[in-house]
């Protein structure tokens, strides 16, 4: 199988290389989108908690942990990439900062206790229901106090928000739409 990697775009671990098997459902967020998303939190990510949901190759929550952020949870359903993770957790030493789940991030979510500063959302593009999605994160109180939603979807989706949610950042990049949503 065919490999391919992404890189870390900043922080102390900047030019690292995640290598992974290439796969037609993984699609790892662009350089140019983690630089959009990452100069929208470049002041808030130090010292904070994320969840990177539906990680595939963990490359969000790995330039989060390059950034300075406190601690990220990782959740990812395919085994091969879950084992990827880990590996790169490992080589990164980020050992005592990360938590690693290998599941179905609904479920995970359901089951979770756990509150967060940023929840990182990449699903499968067209394969997740974002009002579901976003309404079960919410019902969950999963989101600190202040805390940011990071929604990266087809530019062609039209994604609701609930009441209480506001869309506070929204760009395109080529044909991926980015959000920050509180």
């Known amino acids: 199988m065919k490999t391919s990697s992404i890189?870390?775009?900043?922080?102390?671990?900047?030019?690292?290389r995640i290598v992974f098997k290439a796969s037609l459902?993984?699609?790892?967020?662009t350089d140019r989108a983690k630089e959009t998303l990452f100069s929208w939190l470049q002041f808030e990510i130090q010292n904070k908690s994320c969840l990177d949901l539906f990680s595939g190759t963990g490359g969000?929550?790995?330039?989060?942990?390059?950034r300075g952020a406190k601690h990220v949870t990782f959740i990812e359903k395919d085994k091969m990439l879950f084992k990827n993770i880990m590996k790169n957790v490992e080589n990164l030493k980020y050992q005592d900062q990360t938590d690693s789940f290998c599941g179905n991030a609904l479920k995970w979510i359901k089951k979770s206790k756990s509150k967060f500063d940023f929840i990182f959302l990449d699903p499968p593009f067209d394969q997740v229901k974002y009002r579901n999605l976003l309404a079960?994160?919410?019902?969950?109180?999963?989101?600190?106090?202040?805390?940011?939603?990071?929604?990266?979807?087809?530019?062609?989706t039209e994604v609701e928000v609930r009441k209480n949610q506001k869309i506070i950042?929204?760009?395109t990049v080529g044909d991926v739409r980015l959000m920050i949503l509180q």
């Not at 969000?60 to 390059?66: N, Q, R």
């Not at 919410?138 to 990266?152: A, Q, V, W």
């Open 7 to 16: 890189r870390i775009i900043g922080g102390r671990n900047k030019g690292y």
């Open 25 to 29: 459902s993984l699609r790892p967020t």
């Open 60 to 66: 969000l929550g790995f330039e989060a942990l390059s």
């Open 136 to 156: 079960t994160i919410n019902n969950k109180d999963l989101l600190n106090e202040n805390g940011k939603i990071y929604l990266e979807t087809s530019k062609h």
């Open 169 to 171: 950042k929204d760009k």
